[in-house]
């Protein structure tokens, strides 16, 4: 009896949302990326995060059939476990949204309506973004978290990329913080 206890636990853990952010047997090893971008001004961004697969796509059942459980279960291990870490050296502009020096959790969360929407949280403020992710050309899917730093058009500015199953996003930086 204790020992059939023992294994439907282990498989109720392996499979929770409640894990899905970090944790669990499917993102054990998953690789750790780090970029960064160091502006003509001198500023600086850096993101580093683990390249999860939110438990093999469940994610996506969550958000399909509106499950408030597995949202939940999702917005909590984000929370207790974030994906990792955004530094800034100097105050940026991100999505539209002014956003001091500093360091910063990186958490994936789903909203009531079940968006997507990405949230940096710091010491003294979290700031989140509601993410407008569109289905990529050609359904083409990508089982690991994507994150990104890209050079933008300018010498100030920059764009992170957000990937994972078929949808893509992107939110726009500048490295001189003009907005409030």
């Known amino acids: 009896m204790r020992t059939s206890l023992l294994v439907a636990l282990g498989?109720?853990?392996?499979?929770?949302?409640?894990?899905a952010q970090k944790m669990g047997m499917a993102n054990k090893n998953a690789p750790t990326v780090t970029q960064s971008i160091t502006f003509a001004g001198k500023q600086?961004?850096?993101?580093?995060y683990t390249a999860i697969t939110w438990a093999q796509g469940e994610w996506a059942k969550a958000i399909e059939t509106k499950?408030?459980?597995?949202?939940?279960?999702?917005?909590?291990?984000?929370?207790?476990?974030p994906l990792?870490?955004?530094k800034l050296s100097a105050d940026m502009t991100i999505g539209g949204k002014k956003v001091a020096a500093g360091t910063y959790?990186?958490?994936?969360?789903?909203?009531?309506?079940f968006g997507w929407q990405l949230t940096f949280a710091g010491d003294k403020e979290?700031?989140?973004?509601?993410?407008?992710?569109?289905?990529a050309e050609g359904g083409k899917q990508i089982k690991r978290l994507t994150l990104a730093l890209h050079a933008g058009d300018t010498?100030?500015?920059?764009?992170?990329?957000v990937a994972f199953g078929a949808k893509r996003?992107?939110?726009p930086i500048d490295s001189e913080a003009k907005s409030g």
């Open 11 to 19: 498989i109720t853990l392996m499979t929770c949302p409640v894990f």
């Open 84 to 86: 990792g870490s955004l």
């Open 155 to 161: 010498d100030t500015t920059a764009a992170l990329y």
């Open 126 to 135: 979290k700031i989140t973004w509601a993410l407008d992710l569109k289905d």
């Open 169 to 171: 996003g992107e939110i």
């Open 105 to 113: 959790k990186v958490m994936f969360t789903l909203t009531d309506a």
């Open 44 to 48: 600086s961004i850096e993101l580093s």
């Open 67 to 81: 499950n408030a459980d597995m949202r939940k279960g999702i917005n909590d291990a984000a929370e207790k476990s």
